[in-house]
């Protein structure tokens, strides 16, 4: 009789771990029953996270919390509530069925909880953004590719461990054992090799007569190579088409099961300079509206002034910190008293009355620009009520670069007031396999427009007089509202400057590696150590840029990095080791040369381990939490230490970028590859989902545009690159420069039975085939079959390649210069903008600013009369006005604020009910 075993539930049993700092909480907390709610935020202590459980329990030591005694002071355990409650993501507890509903924000009038970290799956992620939700799918199917491939390998894995290089196997250390390392090798006679060819050779594979020839079996390994060649051609693209079907139909299935700001919403790029009036667009609009405009916002080019009232907030929350608690950081008393106290002057750091001196010159600046200077539109954004009005309109003004150029209408695609479009007509369901592969369907919609007598169709479609560039908008956090006056050909000269710079880093990079190319440790010790630090050093390239969202310049980022990683982990190695060291083993009396492989597996190594530990331990955040919150002055500092750590989608793709990239790479020389970039990214895959669940803080929403680019562009590129460095490197075996003589030319090679001949095909050849051995040959029979699978199968994919490039970039490129090309995604949900916007994914375009050391965002505009739901959090103890750049305006000018005209954006929102 089988025995029943009860199912466990691991978040409980992980949760029972947490008892024992429980107990240890009851003295620091002093509540008579542990269970009870704290008052803060109203969190049950069982739900706690251990981070703030440890911090509880290390409260009642002074040295960690100096604030221990401070009656009146800023509370440690408030600040952690607010790190659990507003900067991590929470759902809502007890909902209908079980299921997952992501909480606003701060939310404090329902039971809600942390996600739990096992039980959340990749569709319950669908709550942090369509962008996140995608990143992690992507991880998760790249890592099961690796692996498939890898069992597919397992034959020639097998064959270099076995049949490769015999006996003298036992001198490769174990993890090296399933590479192509050949450590079998005889001396052989080679005039020219010592000769006119000795600076081919590294002078310990010659000794002035003969030289060093690798004798691995090279013969017998057709068919573990074509096994190898099926896993690298037909699985390859099997799962190319499938991975691009995939995901395209997920973009899809997750934008429907998502009801967002940009489903409703749109952006005009080319308004009118002056047309600063809502109603105006409003009653533009409503033509092609069925349930009429939720929203307007009209963004001006302030960019000047908004960023001298953010330094001014940085630098009067600096001053404040040097003051005593509560004093008036404008009395100039007390900062002259407070400078005079100071222990330690330096330069570079500000005291209070050069703070104050600050602050005083800003509030100059800030008067000049409100009162001297008049602000133009730069960018509106139009929600609608229903999806169907968005989508019309973008039917019906959508069109080419060159009408927009001409401002000429499109009538084209009317016939009479009607417009005719087709869209799809079914949902798709990815756990539903009948539904997943069922054709999209289509259906026919007649837009009617409504004119009069004396107006005509062309009139309907221009504002002002203006053909509209209108698109659909990101969502509202993915907008950088500072950035959208910048044009676009200032932006295109910002980003060649900023990739001139990284090439010229890239390039040095590659001297630095090859400087330190004697040492293998210390490479992989740079390599490893650059790919941690560098994406820091592209952020700072990157803020070279101007970007109107923030996919953009995630994109910009990504590229960046991506190149960089690639480059230094995978290209550097291989450029830096001289071509008979890829699988040959230098010796020497004392030790043996670590080959190329030796340098890979490392790298690869590192993977596993170094990044995805370094974002676990959280260096820079532990400190901020547990050493400079614990010692803030005040509530609203400690809790700015409790922001959490930045989410860079862009740092997130790269790593699984670089993975795969040297992964398939080396693949062909050291099958293990494959398995180490398997576990490599499902390892990235468990950590990063943890630290997006427990340590990160909300990023914006930047849709699929970055998950495109990877997909498209890099990982695409990779697998091309893999099959083509694949060719090169069957068709270099043995890698030693030796051939045997030709009988017929003896007398040119001195009687010799051996000779140089160059296998390295890399430099020489553009496509690696056994015909261009001319008349030395190298290759053994089975050896050219594979090289020539290889070669031809890489040319394919090169041109199916470039025929892509040419259908999905460069033709719609140029279509999109005569007609529109915006076509809508999925189906129409039917759901009004007025029934969703309650939820944390629907937010209006209210101009918004995350700043650094900052609690909340800092807004930038009058919200007077707009539902609070709108603005994505809630401020529970200071409210919205606290956070509000208008008001610092307000206060400098007092009296002066010129009411007669507009200086920040404008936002305004209608009740269409």
């Given at each position: 009789m089988a025995k029943l075993v009860k199912a466990v539930d691991v978040d409980e049993l992980l949760g029972k771990s947490q008892f024992l700092l429980l107990d240890a909480t009851k003295h620091v907390v002093e509540m008579n029953d542990v269970e009870k709610k704290c008052d803060v935020y109203g969190?049950?202590?069982?739900?706690?996270?251990?981070?703030?459980?440890?911090?509880?329990?290390?409260?009642?030591?002074?040295?960690?919390?100096?604030?221990?005694?401070?009656?009146?002071?800023?509370?440690?355990?408030?600040?952690?509530?607010?790190?659990?409650?507003?900067?991590?993501?929470?759902?809502?507890?007890?909902t209908k069925n079980g299921e997952v509903v992501r909480a606003q924000v701060g939310d404090t009038g329902h039971d809600t909880k942390l996600y739990p970290y096992w039980r959340t799956t990749i569709h319950d992620l669908k709550a942090f953004g369509f962008s996140v939700r995608m990143y992690f799918s992507t991880v998760f199917a790249l890592s099961c590719f690796l692996f498939g491939a890898g069992i597919l390998n397992l034959p020639l894995l097998t064959y270099f461990r076995v049949d490769y290089s015999g006996e003298t196997r036992n001198g490769i250390i174990n993890p090296f054992g399933g590479s192509a390392i050949c450590s079998s090798y005889v001396w052989v006679e080679c005039e020219n090799c010592n000769?006119?060819?000795?600076?081919?050779?590294?002078?310990?594979?010659?000794?002035?007569?003969?030289?060093?020839?690798?004798?691995?079996?090279?013969?017998?390994?057709?068919?573990?190579?074509?096994?190898?060649?099926?896993?690298?051609?037909?699985?390859?693209?099997?799962f190319l088409i499938a991975f691009f079907w995939f995901q395209r139909k997920a973009e899809i299935v997750f934008d429907e099961e998502m009801q967002?700001?940009?489903?409703?919403?749109?952006?005009?790029s080319n308004p009118p300079p002056d047309a600063i009036d809502p109603q105006e667009w409003k009653i533009f609009f409503q033509t092609f509206a069925d349930k009429g405009v939720a929203c307007v916002t009209i963004a001006l080019n302030n960019a000047e002034l908004l960023n001298a009232?953010?330094?001014?907030?940085?630098?009067?929350?600096?001053?404040?910190?040097?003051?005593?608690?509560?004093?008036?950081?404008?009395?100039?008393?007390?900062?002259?008293?407070?400078?005079?106290?100071?222990?330690?002057?330096?330069?570079?750091f500000p005291g209070p009355i050069k703070m104050y001196e600050k602050i005083k010159r800003l509030n100059e600046q800030i008067k000049k620009l409100i009162l001297e200077r008049d602000y133009k539109v730069v960018a509106v954004f139009v929600t609608f009520e229903s999806e169907r009005s968005q989508r019309n309109t973008l039917h019906a003004l959508s069109t080419g670069k060159l009408n927009l150029w001409r401002n000429k209408v499109e009538t084209s695609k009317f016939e009479g007031n009607k417009l005719h479009v087709r869209e799809n007509a079914n949902s798709s369901n990815l756990n539903n396999l009948t539904e997943a592969f069922q054709t999209d369907v289509t259906e026919s919609l007649v837009i009617n427009f409504t004119t009069t007598s004396d107006e005509s169709i062309e009139s309907k479609l221009r504002?002002?007089?203006?053909?509209?560039?209108?698109?659909?908008?990101?969502?509202?956090?993915?907008?950088?509202?500072?950035?959208?006056?910048?044009?676009?050909?200032?932006?295109?000269?910002?980003?060649?400057?900023?990739?001139?710079?990284?090439?010229?880093?890239?390039?040095?990079?590659?001297?630095?590696?090859?400087?330190?190319?004697?040492?293998?440790?210390?490479?992989?010790?740079?390599?490893?150590?650059?790919?941690?630090?560098?994406?820091?050093?592209?952020?700072?390239?990157?803020?070279?840029?101007?970007?109107?969202?923030?996919?953009?310049?995630?994109?910009?980022?990504?590229?960046?990095?991506?190149?960089?990683?690639?480059?230094?982990?995978?290209?550097?190695?291989?450029?830096?080791?001289?071509?008979?060291?890829?699988?040959?083993?230098?010796?020497t009396n004392q030790d043996k040369k670590k080959s190329l492989i030796y340098s890979v597996y490392p790298v690869?190594?590192?993977?596993?381990?170094?990044?995805?530990?370094?974002?676990?331990?959280?260096?820079?955040?532990?400190?901020?939490?547990?050493?400079?919150?614990?010692?803030?002055?005040?509530?609203?500092?400690?809790?700015?230490?409790?922001?959490?750590?930045?989410?860079?989608?862009?740092?997130?793709?790269?790593?699984?970028?670089?993975?795969?990239?040297?992964?398939?790479?080396?693949?062909?020389?050291?099958?293990?590859?494959?398995?180490?970039?398997a576990t490599a990214l499902m390892i990235h895959f468990l950590f990063g989902k943890f630290c997006l669940l427990r340590m990160w803080r909300h990023s914006p929403d930047i849709g699929p545009r970055l998950g495109r680019l990877s997909r498209n562009s890099f990982f695409s590129s990779t697998l091309i690159i893999h099959m083509v460095v694949s060719a090169y490197f069957w068709s270099g075996y043995p890698?030693?420069?030796?051939?045997?003589?030709?009988?017929?030319?003896?007398?040119?090679?001195?009687?010799?039975?051996?000779?140089?001949?160059?296998?390295?095909?890399?430099?020489?050849?553009?496509?690696?085939?056994?015909?261009?051995?001319?008349?030395?040959?190298?290759?053994?029979?089975?050896?050219?079959?594979?090289?020539?699978?290889?070669?031809?199968?890489?040319?394919?994919l090169i041109f199916i390649g470039v025929f892509f490039i040419l259908k999905n970039s460069i033709v719609p490129a140029i279509e999109s210069l005569f007609y529109t090309t915006y076509e809508s995604d999925g189906k129409d949900q039917g759901l009004d903008f007025s029934e969703v916007k309650h939820l944390q994914e629907v937010q209006a375009y209210i101009p918004q600013m995350r700043v650094q050391g900052f609690e909340y965002p800092l807004i930038a505009c009058n919200i007077n009369n707009i539902d609070e739901d709108l603005l994505g959090w809630n401020d529970r103890f200071k409210g919205f006005d606290a956070h509000n750049l208008t008001n610092d305006a307000s206060s400098i000018l007092d009296a002066e604020f010129p009411t007669e005209k507009q200086v920040f954006s404008i936002v305004k929102q209608w009740s269409v009910r």
């Amino acid at each position: 009789m089988a025995k029943l075993v009860k199912a466990v539930d691991v978040d409980e049993l992980l949760g029972k771990s947490q008892f024992l700092l429980l107990d240890a909480t009851k003295h620091v907390v002093e509540m008579n029953d542990v269970e009870k709610k704290c008052d803060v935020y109203g969190d049950d202590v069982k739900k706690m996270t251990t981070a703030r459980l440890f911090a509880r329990f290390m409260s009642r030591f002074k040295f960690y919390n100096p604030n221990k005694n401070n009656e009146g002071g800023p509370n440690l355990d408030a600040a952690w509530a607010y790190y659990e409650n507003v900067t991590l993501a929470r759902i809502y507890d007890n909902t209908k069925n079980g299921e997952v509903v992501r909480a606003q924000v701060g939310d404090t009038g329902h039971d809600t909880k942390l996600y739990p970290y096992w039980r959340t799956t990749i569709h319950d992620l669908k709550a942090f953004g369509f962008s996140v939700r995608m990143y992690f799918s992507t991880v998760f199917a790249l890592s099961c590719f690796l692996f498939g491939a890898g069992i597919l390998n397992l034959p020639l894995l097998t064959y270099f461990r076995v049949d490769y290089s015999g006996e003298t196997r036992n001198g490769i250390i174990n993890p090296f054992g399933g590479s192509a390392i050949c450590s079998s090798y005889v001396w052989v006679e080679c005039e020219n090799c010592n000769s006119e060819y000795s600076d081919k050779f590294h002078s310990y594979r010659l000794d002035g007569k003969n030289v060093m020839r690798n004798v691995c079996n090279f013969d017998d390994w057709l068919l573990p190579g074509m096994l190898a060649w099926f896993a690298s051609v037909a699985f390859i693209v099997a799962f190319l088409i499938a991975f691009f079907w995939f995901q395209r139909k997920a973009e899809i299935v997750f934008d429907e099961e998502m009801q967002t700001a940009s489903d409703y919403s749109l952006k005009v790029s080319n308004p009118p300079p002056d047309a600063i009036d809502p109603q105006e667009w409003k009653i533009f609009f409503q033509t092609f509206a069925d349930k009429g405009v939720a929203c307007v916002t009209i963004a001006l080019n302030n960019a000047e002034l908004l960023n001298a009232l953010l330094q001014r907030r940085i630098a009067l929350k600096q001053l404040q910190k040097m003051l005593p608690i509560g004093a008036d950081p404008t009395k100039k008393n007390l900062i002259i008293e407070a400078d005079s106290q100071r222990c330690i002057k330096l330069p570079f750091f500000p005291g209070p009355i050069k703070m104050y001196e600050k602050i005083k010159r800003l509030n100059e600046q800030i008067k000049k620009l409100i009162l001297e200077r008049d602000y133009k539109v730069v960018a509106v954004f139009v929600t609608f009520e229903s999806e169907r009005s968005q989508r019309n309109t973008l039917h019906a003004l959508s069109t080419g670069k060159l009408n927009l150029w001409r401002n000429k209408v499109e009538t084209s695609k009317f016939e009479g007031n009607k417009l005719h479009v087709r869209e799809n007509a079914n949902s798709s369901n990815l756990n539903n396999l009948t539904e997943a592969f069922q054709t999209d369907v289509t259906e026919s919609l007649v837009i009617n427009f409504t004119t009069t007598s004396d107006e005509s169709i062309e009139s309907k479609l221009r504002f002002k007089g203006k053909v509209l560039n209108i698109s659909e908008s990101a969502e509202p956090f993915d907008i950088r509202w500072k950035d959208l006056e910048v044009s676009y050909f200032v932006r295109c000269i910002k980003c060649v400057f900023a990739l001139l710079i990284l090439v010229f880093f890239i390039f040095w990079s590659g001297y630095f590696v090859y400087e330190l190319s004697y040492n293998d440790n210390l490479t992989v010790l740079y390599i490893a150590v650059s790919n941690v630090v560098v994406p820091k050093i592209c952020e700072l390239i990157n803020s070279l840029e101007s970007h109107s969202t923030e996919g953009k310049r995630q994109e910009s980022l990504y590229v960046k990095i991506a190149l960089f990683r690639c480059f230094n982990s995978g290209v550097a190695l291989l450029l830096i080791n001289g071509f008979i060291e890829t699988i040959s083993v230098m010796e020497t009396n004392q030790d043996k040369k670590k080959s190329l492989i030796y340098s890979v597996y490392p790298v690869i190594c590192a993977e596993l381990f170094t990044i995805p530990t370094i974002k676990l331990l959280d260096i820079m955040g532990n400190i901020r939490k547990h050493i400079l919150a614990p010692r803030a002055r005040d509530q609203e500092e400690m809790n700015s230490y409790m922001s959490g750590a930045k989410f860079e989608l862009a740092e997130r793709y790269t790593d699984a970028t670089k993975i795969l990239f040297v992964a398939l790479f080396y693949s062909t020389i050291m099958p293990e590859s494959y398995f180490l970039g398997a576990t490599a990214l499902m390892i990235h895959f468990l950590f990063g989902k943890f630290c997006l669940l427990r340590m990160w803080r909300h990023s914006p929403d930047i849709g699929p545009r970055l998950g495109r680019l990877s997909r498209n562009s890099f990982f695409s590129s990779t697998l091309i690159i893999h099959m083509v460095v694949s060719a090169y490197f069957w068709s270099g075996y043995p890698y030693d420069q030796v051939c045997m003589s030709d009988n017929e030319n003896d007398d040119v090679y001195n009687g010799s039975a051996y000779a140089f001949c160059n296998q390295d095909m890399f430099g020489s050849h553009i496509l690696p085939l056994p015909r261009f051995q001319k008349n030395l040959k190298w290759m053994s029979p089975s050896q050219e079959k594979l090289t020539s699978m290889y070669g031809w199968s890489s040319l394919i994919l090169i041109f199916i390649g470039v025929f892509f490039i040419l259908k999905n970039s460069i033709v719609p490129a140029i279509e999109s210069l005569f007609y529109t090309t915006y076509e809508s995604d999925g189906k129409d949900q039917g759901l009004d903008f007025s029934e969703v916007k309650h939820l944390q994914e629907v937010q209006a375009y209210i101009p918004q600013m995350r700043v650094q050391g900052f609690e909340y965002p800092l807004i930038a505009c009058n919200i007077n009369n707009i539902d609070e739901d709108l603005l994505g959090w809630n401020d529970r103890f200071k409210g919205f006005d606290a956070h509000n750049l208008t008001n610092d305006a307000s206060s400098i000018l007092d009296a002066e604020f010129p009411t007669e005209k507009q200086v920040f954006s404008i936002v305004k929102q209608w009740s269409v009910r």
